[in-house]
C-alpha cells in the first residue's frame, strides 16, 4: 500500500526512496564520466558535460534527501495512543512546516470543521510560531475564523482529541475537513 502524505509512516518511507533516488542519480552521472574517460582517455570531452548536467537532477535530490531527513515525525507509541481516535477526528502524521525564519515539526495535526489542533513532539519545535505561523497561513487562504492550537504535552493534546472526537462530525463539516487537512498537507513538506 502507497503511503499517503499525512499517514503515519509517510516520512520513513520518504526518507528511503529519497536516499535511493539521489544516489542512483549521482551514480549515473558518475558512470556517464567515467564512460567518457574510459573511452576517450581524457575528461574534456562531451561526456563531462552530460555527467555535470546529470549532477543538477541529483543535487536537487540531494537537498530533498537532507529536509526529509530533517523529520523526526511522530514516535510508534505516540501513533497507538492517538490511534482510537481515528474514527471520529482527522488526524495527520509527520508534518514538516517551513516559514522564512524557522522550520516546525509537527508530530501530529487533529483537523475539525472549525478546529485545529496539533502536537509538537520535538522539544526544539517552537510551538508558539508554529501556532502563529499556521494561524498567518490561514489568514491568507480567508480562513481566518479556525483557530489553531500547537500543543507540546502529549495528555493535553490527547484531551484536545478527546473533546473534538465527542463534537463528531456531520456531513456537511465532512467536506470542509477534507478541505482543511488539504491545505494543511500543503503546507508541510
Not at 28 to 56: E, H, Y
Not at 120 to 125: H, I, M, V
Not at 142 to 159: C, H, R, T, Y
Amino acid at each position: 500500500m502507497k503511503l499517503k502524505k499525512g499517514q503515519y509512516g509517510y516520512h520513513a518511507r520518504l526518507k528511503i526512496q529519497t536516499a535511493c533516488w539521489t544516489l542512483l542519480l549521482f551514480a549515473v552521472s558518475a558512470a556517464i564520466f567515467f564512460a567518457g574517460v574510459s573511452q576517450s582517455g581524457t575528461k574534456n570531452n562531451l561526456f563531462t558535460v552530460f555527467a555535470i548536467l546529470g549532477c543538477l537532477p541529483a543535487s536537487k535530490s540531494a537537498v530533498h534527501m537532507i529536509m526529509a531527513f530533517r523529520i523526526k515525525g511522530c514516535t510508534k507509541e505516540a501513533a497507538e495512543a492517538f490511534a482510537p481516535f481515528a474514527q471520529k477526528v482527522f488526524l495527520l502524521y509527520d508534518l514538516y512546516m517551513t516559514s522564512e525564519k524557522k522550520n516546525f515539526d509537527i508530530a501530529c495535526m487533529a483537523v475539525g470543521g472549525q478546529f485545529l489542533c496539533g502536537f509538537a513532539q520535538n522539544p526544539k519545535t517552537d510551538i508558539a510560531a508554529a501556532g502563529a505561523h499556521i494561524q498567518h497561513m490561514l489568514n491568507m487562504r480567508g480562513k481566518s475564523s479556525v483557530p489553531v492550537k500547537i500543543l507540546a504535552n502529549k495528555d493535553a493534546f490527547l484531551n484536545c482529541l478527546s473533546s473534538m472526537a465527542k463534537a463528531g462530525t456531520d456531513e456537511e463539516s465532512l467536506s470542509k475537513i477534507e478541505e482543511m487537512a488539504d491545505f494543511v498537507k500543503s503546507l508541510s513538506l
